[in-house]
Structures are given as structure tokens and as C-alpha cells.
């Protein structure tokens, strides 16, 4: 665990970088409750919100917080651990390619550029080249 229990903070001042806007977009309980609880809502005297896709993906930090889609994440990385512990019981490596590097790769058509950190990078377009590296 990562926690730390024994320690107290005394906070003499505080900044706000910038404020939260004081209205969130939709609550995560209206983004939890299924499409037949929307729809049976709808001829009473406070009708659930209807949340469309463009909705939840635009505010996809707020969706995900939502019990389905968390229970969906945690199912994928059970899987993940469950394949990688079968994998590593069986001597294989896991390998982590960089996923910016310094110059173009493969052709260089399509490349994604960024600043990092002062330094044009590009986002690798294939790990193979590392991975073949890896395994020679």
C-alpha cells in the first residue's frame, strides 16, 4: 500500500490556479442509471437526464466514474494479470517500447510531433524494431 497514516498537515496558505467551474456536467449517478430507468422516469414530475454519447465521451473523465464502466476496467486488468502471471510462469518478458522517440520512424508519413521538454519528439508509429532489438 501506498498510504501514509502518521502524518499531519498544517496548511497556512492556499493558491487557485484556476477554478472548477461550479456546475458539473452530469452526475455520475445520472451516467449509472440504465436506459429503461431513464425512459420510466420520463412521465413523472422529475424525469431523469437523458446523457447522449457525445456527452459522455466529451466528459469521459466524469463516465468513467461510473459503476459499469469502472467494473469494465477493473475485468479488463484481471484479465491482463491473469495473462501476464501465465506468461511470466512460463519465463516469458515483458518489453516497453518508447513510445516517443527522437526522429520520425518507419517512413515518416503521418508522424505525430510534440515538444518534450524543449526537444521535438515523435510518437512511435511500431514497436517492432525495439522488440526485434529486444530479442536478438
Not at 496558505?13 to 431513464?38: G, N, T
Not at 431523469?48 to 463516465?63: C, H, K, V
Not at 510462469?89 to 505525430?112: C, D, N, R, Y
Request: hydrophobic letters at 40%; one cysteine or more; proline letters at 4%.
Amino acid at each position: 500500500s501506498c498510504s501514509v497514516q502518521d502524518v499531519e498537515l498544517n496548511i497556512k496558505r492556499i493558491h487557485a490556479v484556476s477554478k472548477a467551474d461550479a456546475m458539473l456536467p452530469f452526475l455520475v449517478e445520472d451516467a449509472a442509471r440504465s436506459e429503461e430507468e431513464v425512459e420510466a422516469s420520463q412521465d413523472t414530475d422529475r424525469p431523469f437526464p437523458r446523457l447522449g454519447q457525445e456527452l459522455r465521451l466529451d466528459n469521459r473523465w466524469m463516465d468513467l466514474r461510473a459503476p459499469a464502466n469502472n467494473a469494465i476496467m477493473r475485468i479488463q486488468s484481471a484479465i491482463c494479470q491473469l495473462y501476464r502471471e501465465s506468461l511470466y510462469s512460463q519465463g516469458f518478458v515483458e518489453i516497453h517500447t518508447p513510445k516517443l522517440i527522437a526522429g520520425e520512424s518507419e517512413s515518416g508519413a503521418g508522424v505525430f510531433t510534440t515538444d518534450y521538454f524543449g526537444t521535438v519528439a515523435c510518437l512511435a508509429q511500431s514497436p517492432q524494431l525495439y522488440k526485434q532489438m529486444a530479442i536478438s
